[in-house]
């Protein structure tokens, strides 16, 4: 079973950026896609950025418009989200997701960091 761990959320202004982390447990991220969801109140759930096993393909979605920057770093089992000039809009709790690189769905989930965006 792996264990994952979002850290960073908080409380910021708009304009104000967040690094959020994501720990994992074991020797995983060389093999394993991992991507950033969020769920803002009262809505589904969305993907915000996914990186593939070696960092070669990044995807982000329209909706962060450029702002948002995923990484990974293998050694230490960590992925981050640098997400700079928040707005409310980005008010939501994100989750750090896994999965097998020949997956197409996301097999494992932490259990959320609150991002929350005041005016």
């Known amino acids: 079973q792996v264990q994952l761990v979002e850290s960073g959320g908080g409380l910021v202004r708009s304009g104000g950026s967040l690094r959020l982390s994501c720990a994992a447990s074991?020797?995983?991220?060389?093999?394993?896609?991992m991507a950033w969801f969020r769920q803002a109140p009262g809505k589904e759930r969305e993907v915000v950025a996914e990186?593939?096993?070696?960092?070669?393909?990044?995807d982000y979605s329209h909706a962060v418009n450029g702002r948002f920057t995923i990484t990974r770093d293998n050694a230490k089992n960590t992925m981050f989200l640098q997400i700079g000039t928040q707005t409310p809009d980005d008010t939501a709790v994100y989750y750090c997701?896994?999965?097998?690189?020949?997956?197409?769905?996301?097999?494992?989930w932490g259990q959320g960091t609150q991002v929350t965006v005041s005016p």
């Open positions: 990186i593939n096993f070696n960092g070669g393909r990044i």
């Open positions: 074991g020797r995983i991220f060389g093999s394993y896609d």
């Open positions: 997701a896994v999965k097998p690189s020949g997956s197409h769905k996301y097999d494992y």
